[in-house]
């Protein structure tokens, strides 16, 4: 199982973070940095043409997720100009991966931030019953649900299998990982949040 680190991670620039290294590094797999971006079957939210991007890597059962997540939903809310990219990354346990499963299917309805706001405000280890609760209190179909889940299962932990192959391609040790524009971070309140988004606006218009 993967630890959740609370400490901030230095920020290291994506594209930096793809160069040839020492030869011990060259067997590392590639970051694709386009694919982590703009994975077309990656949840958005936020401002889609946003001049500052956060890809944020999470588990539904990772407490540290779930306190940074009405923080991340206000920064993106107030500052107006973010695109938030969702990596579903259930690395936790079974219900993780359950959980991070209907999320996806509930974008079929057109309901994954209503799943994804309500497992994060879900305290605790999640089971099966209450991750059904919470969807259902959401107002999401279960009956629906289940049917896109079999409909388009495949196409589910294919998006699941690439977030988990980016992941490693970054080396990323736990949950929650934000990549706020070049920078990479871990577990942030608000004023944490503005700062590293401050700071990317920073590094693109800075020498």
């Known amino acids: 199982m993967l630890h959740h680190r609370r400490a901030i991670l230095a920020g290291i620039p994506l ?12 067997s590392a797999p590639r970051i694709d940095v386009e694919a982590i971006l703009n994975d077309p079957e990656a949840p958005v939210s936020g401002n889609p043409k946003g001049d500052v991007t956060i890809v944020a890597f999470l588990d539904y059962n990772c407490p540290f997720c779930k306190k940074s997540a009405p923080d991340l939903a206000r920064i993106v809310k107030e500052d107006g100009k973010i695109r938030l990219v969702y990596k579903d990354w259930p690395v936790i346990g ?9 999320a996806l299917a509930a974008a079929y309805q057109g309901g994954y931030q209503r ?5 994060m405000a879900t305290k605790g280890r999640l089971s099966k ?12 179909d279960l ?23 980016q992941a490693d391609s970054l080396g990323l040790q736990g949950t929650p ?18 700062q590293a ?3 990317a606006r920073g590094k693109k218009t800075g020498p």
Do not use: C
């Not at 799943?115 to 497992?119: E, P, S």
């Open 15 to 26: 594209l930096a973070l793809g160069l040839p290294g020492p030869a011990s590094a060259q």
């Open 115 to 119: 799943a994804h706001d309500a497992l």
């Open 197 to 199: 988004v401050a700071d």
């Open 129 to 140: 019953e209450q991750i059904s609760a919470a969807l259902k209190d959401a107002g999401l």
């Open 94 to 102: 079974e219900t993780s991966v359950h959980a991070a499963q209907l």
């Open 177 to 194: 990982t934000y990549l706020v524009g070049p920078f990479r971070t871990s577990t942030l309140d608000y004023q944490g949040f503005r």
């Open 143 to 165: 009956t629906r649900l289940q049917a896109d889940l079999d409909a388009h299962g495949d196409r589910i932990v294919a998006l699941l299998k690439r977030n988990m192959a």
